[in-house]
């Protein structure tokens, strides 16, 4: 496929974008521009065909992180920053030049790979054994199911470190703070309009996930994200973070993940599906994972317990 | 036909979006601007999409496409709501950001 003009001019934009977000002075247009970036490299990828990517890239880069950046920016304004001393120039100089000397040796590293034609033929020729149709969630839960349990793993860390943040008079509340909106506001009337919609279409892309692009981490953040506008409406409490079906929740993916994989020491080696079974072993792996991507994101926007009085 | 249908329409909602882009830029104070924003950028994705219905291959695209055009319509009210009632509540022309 040869690049056309507007490939070049989507380049340089992601280009220009990305700067913006790393020079500017201030962190709130900083992280506008992280936003767009993030869905300017949503058009990349569905420009590259991998639609799976952009629907992840555009609901959890863009969309999440996103989110979580404004909240981060909104408390660090409350602990006024220039309390925190800048830190010492050897400091800075030593972390550029690590910075930059490890990515100039990832990029030579990259220039003397040896040309590769992709594992695209590889996956094609054995798709029939995966129990998908689509060639992305088959490497993603089954020839590389290593790197998804783990990436499982490293979202419920990650919750775990926020959870650390909280006070010991706060723990175990409801995470996060109180939100107030007028219950007859604009605010709330979003509120009730967005989840069923943002539910229908979560379900849907987890279900599509098996034939189609789609999946657990897409269709997860679609939840989370039904879920995040109940609560930041005011319509919904936060759960608290020590009720039981909230940490069955968390934890479904990561426990289904991990006795499916122990599980198939049993018939071959770890991590192995029988082709019979593998259908629906994926299909409620990705269900289990859904549930688990969508209510750790919720908890990670949500943050640790706060005290209720304050806000 | 159908074809030229896109590429009219689709045009014309480019116009919206550059206008609107325009008053964004130009507008002196937070409500034209966002008046500038929501109508004009909201009309111009509606031409977009009606643009594109004419390429859907089937109903279900067809669904999508106008799905995709309500919940724009949708967030973009509430949204151009919210910064409306800061801006007011902050008593300052300006709250596109950089209040501090």
Known sequence: MMASHFDIALCLLIFSVAAAALLGRQTFMAIVFFITYGL??????????????????????????????????????AMDPRDAPLPHPAVRTIAALAAVSISAALGLRIWSLPPSEGLQKAVRARLSEAGTDNPVTAVLLNFRGWDTLLETLVLLAALLGAWTLSRDKDWPGRAGRAHHTLPDG???????????????????????????PGGAFQGGTVLASAWIVTVMTGLLPAPRVDDASLRTALLAGPIAFVLLATAGLFADRFLYYPPEQAKALLLGLEAALAVAIATTLALLVFGAPQSREET | ??????????????????????????????????HALTKADNLGLGFIVLGVAFQAPGAAALLKLFLI?????????ASAQLVGRIALDSGRSDASGSKR
């Open chain 1, 186 to 212: 604009v605010l709330a009337e979003f509120g009730r309009f967005l989840p069923p919609v943002a539910l229908t279409i979560g379900v849907y892309l987890v279900w599509v996930g098996g034939h189609q």
């Open chain 2, 69 to 77: 055009w309500a919940l724009a319509i949708f967030s973009a009210g």
């Open chain 2, 1 to 34: 036909m159908t074809d030229l249908l896109t590429m009219i329409l689709t045009a014309i909602g480019l116009i919206f979006f550059a206008v609107g882009s325009l008053g964004l830029i130009r507008f002196p104070d937070s409500p034209s601007r966002l």
């Open chain 1, 40 to 77: 300017l490299l949503a058009l990349a990828w569905l420009r590259l065909d991998a639609v799976d990517v952009a629907l992840a890239e555009a609901a959890i880069g863009a969309g999440v992180t996103g989110i979580l950046l404004l909240i981060a920016r909104a408390r660090l304004k």
